[in-house]
């Protein structure tokens, strides 16, 4: 029987994955993916498995410690109820310089992180795209806001965002179906904050519902097409180009189930693993013609590696009493309510213009607390990291996962400029939450943890506070915003980047790398939405091309 050569090899399933794998095979071409991890469904979440969990959460992730998740398990809001949907630290392990921890938390399943992730959708502007030409730091992107906007329209209307329109130039508006609402402590907070600070903005999440099938819209459509073949438990090792090297012909991969090596064809190969895997893939598929590793031509590929610089606080909100959830989306029998309150890049005086490189993601009123007691509040900042050549993904040359692939090596560290800026953002917290009536329990960071008033976490037993304190710096380092970018990165010139403003490679053009990996700069906000409005773009683009024959 002769092997099937497919138009297009996706390898990965998650947020990428599941819009490339729509994308491609809406535009009528037979596409593969290969998923690392398992097939997953309403079975594999499990109502009954949702015990009630202390805010420390000290003993279910101890727990996963124990049975080989270590670092999945220092993941800022780790839930153990979930801890099937991470990966098994033992047998995907990864190194970091001593002074450089990286936290990598990932999914290996069917969808990958968006089983795990907040699911808040958020538009980025050229405050991200042109940071370069607008405060000299980092780089510029190949592409703009506006090139962009359509196809995030095109995602939101297809995921069913909830939110508001809220009008605020550093974080456009989206096209939602349904009204996100606030509680009555963050109306509250909101009127407070923007009576004394207006340009400082607070606004409702912009989110999506959990799924009830536990697989998006778009993947959903993409299985019904019929032309999209899927592949589970598929360990991808290289990417195989042909003789002259510019040209990508398949991949090598590995059964894990069975340990079964095989070479899978296609025309074209997007690469949607996440930003370390794909860099690592691509750089563990070295041959004569790429001795440096695939398409690395500019020496680039692993360099300028970045997370948002994450800091984290929380405590009460006085003004306020009690809780209330305020999700507007239907409730979930695995999955905890939704929603929350999102303050973008504080404004110039011009009441237009990005005056900070940071911004918070939070919650005011939806913990639990007695009726009468004050509201509490926790609240993740995230700050733009400069993009530095000497943070980068590289091989481990001693060490080797479970399927014989060698382990990444990760150093993504702050610098000197990283500081000031992270200095800042914990300062325009506190003074934020200080200077409505909220009372701080702790506020960290990778600069470290500082308690006030009662201390962090006043009401759990001694043990775990104890706790708490002895691991916080091993929890908050980067890594832990969970925002992971860069090491493939998209530009105007081979000399400089990876992959061309289409996600092309600029050595092998129908090589795509459409996750993360391809972003020029952190930006300041989730970066889920931008990857599938990019993966979207970057299809299309290549389906044009392979059936006009120019790939």
């Not at 598929?234 to 069975?258: F, Y």
């Amino acid at each position: 029987m002769a092997e099937v050569t497919f138009d297009a090899l996706i390898v990965g399933s998650g947020a990428s994955g599941s819009f490339a794998a729509h994308e491609l095979s809406a535009q009528g071409l037979k596409v593969l993916q290969l998923e690392a991890g398992p097939e997953i469904g309403p079975a594999d979440f499990d109502p009954s498995a949702n015990p009630r969990q202390s805010d420390i959460n000290l003993w279910q992730r101890a727990k996963a410690t124990l049975l080989g998740q270590g670092v999945q398990a220092r993941a800022a809001f780790f839930d153990g109820r979930m801890r099937h949907l991470f990966i098994n630290d033992r047998k995907n392990p990864y190194s970091t310089p001593p002074d450089a921890p990286f936290v990598w938390i990932r999914a290996r399943q069917a969808g990958g992180r968006t089983h795990v992730f907040g699911r808040v959708l958020l538009r980025w502007t050229d405050d991200d795209f042109k940071v370069q030409s607008r405060t000299g730091r980092g780089v510029d992107w190949p592409i703009d806001y506006a090139e962009l906007a359509p196809f995030y329209e095109e995602v939101e209307r297809s995921l069913e965002l909830y939110g508001q329109v809220d009008g605020v130039p550093t974080l456009p508006d989206s096209a939602y179906a349904h009204r996100a609402e606030l509680t009555g402590a963050e109306l509250l907070f909101k009127e407070a904050v923007e009576a004394r600070w207006p340009e400082r903005k607070v606004v409702t999440w912009r989110y999506i519902g959990p799924e009830p099938t536990r697989v998006l819209r778009p993947m959903r459509e993409a299985i019904a097409s019929g032309r999209l073949d899927i592949r589970y438990n598929t360990v991808v090792r290289k990417v195989l180009t042909d003789a002259s090297g510019t040209r990508a012909i398949g991949v090598e991969a590995i059964d894990t189930q069975t340990g079964q090596m095989t070479v899978l064809h296609a025309r074209s190969v997007v690469l949607c693993a996440s930003p370390v895997e794909s860099v690592r893939l691509m750089l563990n598929s070295a041959s004569p013609a790429h001795q440096q590793g695939l398409a690395n031509s500019s020496g680039t590929l692993g360099r300028y590696f970045m997370d948002q610089l994450p800091c984290v606080a929380a405590g009460t909100f006085p003004p306020a009493k009690g809780w209330s959830t305020a999700d507007t989306a239907p409730a979930d029998s695995f999955y905890r309510p939704s929603g929350g309150i999102y303050l973008p890049r504080f404004l110039e005086e011009d009441g237009v213009t990005a005056g900070t490189d940071f911004a918070y993601q939070g919650s005011v009123g939806r913990s639990r607390t007695a009726d009468d007691g004050p509201s509490r509040f926790s609240f993740f900042g995230y700050g733009a990291m400069v993009p530095d050549a000497e943070n980068r993904i590289t091989l481990d040359p001693r060490r080797k996962d479970s399927w014989g692939v060698p382990i990444p090596h990760i150093r993504c560290k702050i610098g000197p400029e990283d500081e000031e800026t992270l200095k800042r953002e914990i300062d325009a917290l506190v003074e934020t939450v200080e200077g409505v009536g909220g009372e701080l329990e702790f506020v960290g960071s990778p600069l470290g943890l500082v308690e006030k008033g009662r201390g962090a976490y006043p009401d759990a037993d001694p043990f775990s506070r104890l706790a708490f304190r002895t691991l916080f710096g091993k929890t908050m380092v980067m890594g832990a915003a969970i925002h992971e970018a860069g090491g493939a990165r998209m530009g105007s010139t081979k000399t400089d980047s990876v992959l061309n403003r289409w996600n092309q490679s600029w050595d092998v053009p129908n090589l795509l790398v459409t996750d993360a990996s391809a972003f020029a700069g952190s930006g300041v906000s989730g970066t889920t939405l931008t990857i599938m409005a990019m993966t979207v773009r970057a299809c299309r683009h290549l389906a044009a091309e392979l059936k006009s024959g120019q790939l």
